[in-house]
């Protein structure tokens, strides 16, 4: 206990006078994270909005494998993005292996299926109570999708948040492609990860604490610009 005390006072210490190169990894992780979810997003709204509004034969096998997907392992996905990447895989040519793009990457496969699972139930909720109404009024199923979004906004919004909080506290798959190299590739996660295996408790708690800090922040900021949306 004594050993955590003083371990839990330097973290804070370590906090209180967080040097360029700590910031520089709060940021990596920050810009990586949040450019996975970006992109994510652009594939999983309009992806799990159609499956709500859309029926085709093969639609009950989609969802289930987007939900399948749901527990995909980042080591898993890590090791395949490695094979894809590396000099002698299908994509080496691009030269992503050991870039935070091959993180980004990893970051995206992994968020796809919780914005397309997520917003697939909130969106077909929506479906329920309002497609009627659209087909009556006579609109194209594809107008609909951006109005359902609309109507599941809050539901988006924490399928965006769980997806951020799945990659921003993702370390498995980020080592195997990233590396951990320090000033390019290394996040809060892979630091932490490191720092805890030397030894170096403080750095690994200080950094823990921001990975903390910064994700009630993010979900305090979405959630007053959703009542502020809400409310206008």
């Given amino acids: 206990m004594g050993d955590f005390g003083e371990a839990a006072r330097l973290a804070l210490g370590l906090i209180l006078h967080l040097d360029a190169g700590l910031y520089g990894i709060i940021g990596l992780s920050l810009a990586v994270s949040l450019s996975a979810v970006g992109i994510a997003a652009l594939i999983g709204l309009p992806a799990g909005t159609a499956l709500a509004a859309y029926r085709f034969p093969a639609r009950r096998a989609v969802v289930i494998l987007v939900n399948a997907m749901l527990g995909l392992p980042p080591v898993v996905v890590g090791l395949a993005a490695y094979l894809l990447l590396s000099r002698a895989g299908p994509l080496g040519g691009f030269g992503l292996l050991f870039t935070p793009g091959a993180m980004v990457l990893v970051q995206t496969v992994l968020t796809v299926p919780i914005i397309t699972a997520l917003v697939h ?31 599941a906004r809050k539901a988006v919004l924490t399928a965006l948040l769980a997806a951020l909080g799945r990659a921003i506290s993702e370390v498995g798959g980020i080592i195997i492609v990233g590396g951990n190299i320090a000033g390019v590739t290394r996040t809060m996660t892979t630091t932490i990860a490191l720092e805890t295996s030397k030894g170096n408790l403080p750095l ?9 800090t910064l994700s009630i922040a993010l979900n305090g900021v979405a959630f007053h610009m959703a009542d502020r949306g809400g409310n206008e």
Wanted: proline content about 2%.
């Fill in 121 to 151: 139930r909130a969106a077909q909720e929506q479906w329920a109570r309002h497609g009627e109404a659209f087909q009556v009024a006579g609109a194209a199923t594809w107008r609909t999708l951006p109005h359902l979004l609309l109507l």
């Fill in 204 to 212: 690994a708690l200080a950094l823990g604490l921001v990975l903390i």
